[in-house]
């Protein structure tokens, strides 16, 4: 029994298992969505930031993110299995089982909602609940059904930032915290159409309706897109508005939104895979260039 408890425990331990469990966290996004709360959590601090409470709200975030990511995994594996892209993923590339992604995604789930509800606050928690039901229980399967499931998407993706102000301030009642939201919601909608563009092949052999119907020349992709791009600048101009930051931020926020939409219009023009991939990377770059702006106008300013 020991010998058996101990094979499984080195087995576990061996660093490709863990990097493959790593991996499953998806944590590239997962770190986005850890700086945006962060984010959520300073503007939300005003001018004292509780620094503990900050590594608490960070910890339970992440984990909670990445057993929200890791559970998506599982839910999507045969169909990643089918993707060039994501072919390589844990489950369908079988470094870790169905059933171990389960037990692995549940538990960071349940120990990130416990920790944040139980050492931050109850509000951090249940927005935290929420973004993880959406994103689970709506966008997940809504994305063999509809292009609509973008704006569903994009719901959960800019939530942190809210639960990130919760965390901060125990509520969310507050003008610059919805301008955290808008920025990252609007966002999201030219950074999944380009990605959608570059992975068309890939995704519509997975059956993943990512694209609008009936849009070979990518009119409709366009018409999503650039009012978001254009948005974007008012809605930047909002944290200023509100007093949350000054005119560095301002100009580093606008300067960005100018570059990020400056890539959606030569998209508008060619609607092609190349600059569908220079759209990609310039949302790559942008939101942690803003996030930038608004840490360095509050340092020095
Ligand atoms: C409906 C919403 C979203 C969809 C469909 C989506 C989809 C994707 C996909 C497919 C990639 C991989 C692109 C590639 O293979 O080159 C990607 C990359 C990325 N996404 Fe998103 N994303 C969404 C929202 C978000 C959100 C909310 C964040 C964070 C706040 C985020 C952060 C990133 C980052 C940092 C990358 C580049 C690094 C990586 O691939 O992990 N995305 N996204
Ligand atoms: C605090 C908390 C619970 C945060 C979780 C936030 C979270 C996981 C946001 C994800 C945003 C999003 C829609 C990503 C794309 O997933 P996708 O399934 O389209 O990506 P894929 O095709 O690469 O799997």
Redesign the pocket.
């Given at each position: 029994m020991k010998l058996s408890t101990d094979l499984t425990l080195s087995k576990f331990l061996n660093t490709e298992t863990l990097a493959a469990y790593y991996e499953l966290t998806?944590?590239?996004?997962?770190?986005?969505?850890l700086?945006?709360m962060l984010i959520g959590f300073i503007l939300g601090s005003g001018n004292g930031i509780d620094y503990m409470l900050m590594l608490h709200a960070a910890l339970g975030t992440w984990l909670i993110a990445s057993g929200t990511a890791a559970h998506n995994q599982f839910m999507e594996w045969r169909y990643d299995g089918k993707m060039k892209?994501?072919q390589k993923r844990p489950v369908p590339a079988s470094k870790i089982s169905p059933r171990q992604s389960v037990f692995f995604s549940l538990g960071l789930i349940i120990g990130g909602l416990i920790y944040l509800i139980l050492v931050v606050n109850y509000v951090a928690g249940l927005v935290s609940l929420l973004t993880t039901l959406i994103y689970l229980g709506i966008?997940t399967p809504m994305?063999r059904i509809s292009v609509a499931?973008?704006f569903?998407?994009?719901i959960?993706?800019?939530l942190?930032p809210v639960g990130g102000w919760a965390a901060a301030t125990g509520h969310l009642g507050s003008t610059a915290m919805w301008v955290l939201f808008a920025i990252?919601f609007l966002?999201?909608v030219p950074?999944?159409m380009a990605?959608?563009w570059?992975?068309k092949d890939d995704y519509s052999t997975a059956g993943f309706k990512?694209l609008p119907k009936d849009d070979p020349k990518g009119y409709k992709a366009v018409a999503l897109i650039l009012p978001c791009l254009f948005l974007l600048l008012p809605v930047c101009y909002g944290l200023y508005w509100v007093d949350m930051n000054s005119w560095l931020y301002l100009a580093g926020s606008l300067l960005s939104s100018l570059v990020f939409l400056y890539y959606g219009i030569i998209f508008t023009r060619d609607r092609d895979k190349p600059s569908a991939k220079k759209l990609?990377f310039a949302?790559?770059g942008y939101?942690?260039a803003v996030w930038a702006f608004v840490i360095i106008d509050l340092l020095l300013l």
């Open positions: 998806k944590p590239g996004i997962t770190l986005t969505v700086a945006s892209r994501t966008y994305k499931n973008v569903i998407g994009a959960p993706g800019a942190p990252v966002w999201q950074h999944v990605i959608a570059v992975c990512m990609m949302s790559f939101l942690p």
